[in-house]
């Protein structure tokens, strides 16, 4: 009995927060606007890869991030040394950013800057491989990050993050001479999960790689363009996030 009533509970919130996130990826969609949700474990280098996107990245196309910590702006901080505007999010206690949250970052968007603007939103979410896949925030597309160092065997032990990624990013490549990993191997364990997804080894140390996580982010932007203006627009927009 009580088991049924938390799994009810539990569709609920997500029933609600994709009804959110639904909503901020229409304001998104209004405004030409890209998003990308970055996830991964604490330390597998998103911040390090923003870092080292951001310089070429921002001369191309006009950025914000939004940056997601339990607390503390240590990384919103290394951000804004990149002349971008960095949405500072604490979730507190929560693992994740919700839709909700992130629809608090958006009206901060509204509020100090002009949306229409920009042309990608950048979110950092909160290090954790479970809760970022189930809440999805308005993202157009999701970045898992898997650094070398964290064994050949996490996507096997945490589907849901790999089955979600939309492009799987392999980080912190430079350090392969180092260790006793073997990165076909976690291709291999990918694919197991994820047949679709782009699967990029990087280093943003090196620069290894990085070429071509630009490229996929161009296409994640081209495609949209294409297409996105033309799909929202409607009534979602009719009241703010
Ligand atoms: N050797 C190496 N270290 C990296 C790389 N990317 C990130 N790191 C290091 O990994 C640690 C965590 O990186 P950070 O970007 O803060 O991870 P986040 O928690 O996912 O944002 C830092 O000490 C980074 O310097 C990389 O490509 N190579
Ligand atoms: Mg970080």
Redesign the pocket.
Known sequence: MHQTFDAALGINLLHVNQEGADHNRAHFDAWGITCLNLM?????????????SLPTLRQEFRIAIIEGDMTTEL?AD?LRQHDVPVIAINTGRSCHLDSKMVAGGIHRLERDYNPVEFDLVLV?NV?NLVCPAEFEVGEHAKVA?L?VTEGEDKPLKYPVMFQEADCLLI?????VPYLDVDVDRIIANVRQMNARATIIP?????GEGIEAWHDWVRSQHSAKSVTGRSQSNGAALAESP
Not at 202 to 206: E, L, Y
């Open positions: 991964s474990s604490p330390g597998s280098g998103k911040t390090a890869l923003l870092e080292r990384d290394r950092e290090g990050l650094s980080t912190k490549l430079d350090l990087v280093s943003a140390k090196t």
